[in-house]
């Protein structure tokens, strides 16, 4: 289990709050090394205890491993939406190659976060 950074924890919170507010899209940004990735998988990690369906989104293939490897740290169960890599259309959480989100939009149930 990964503990985070009162400031992580502050910023998770943060975009929480703005979610529950209604918004749709909120943007959280951090340098180099401040630990998106974690502070994203905390945030997952959240929706899935709530029992939302999670739809998280990677630019690059390189990233895939990368997030998943993240979500492993908080043992948070997933699959793929990319080419190659193992797709479980019931999975509660998947990570997705933008690329191949975009060109199979209907791939996955409707995410709720």
Known sequence: MITLFQDQETTIDKVAAEMRAGWKAVLMQGATG???S???SRLVQRAMMKKKRVLFTVPRREL???MSGTFEDFNLPHSFIAAGYKYD???QAHIASADTLRTRPGRVLPPEL
């Open 34 to 36: 401040s630990g998106k």
């Open 89 to 91: 259309r019931m999975a």
């Open 64 to 66: 895939l491993r990368q």
């Open 38 to 40: 974690v502070m994203a």
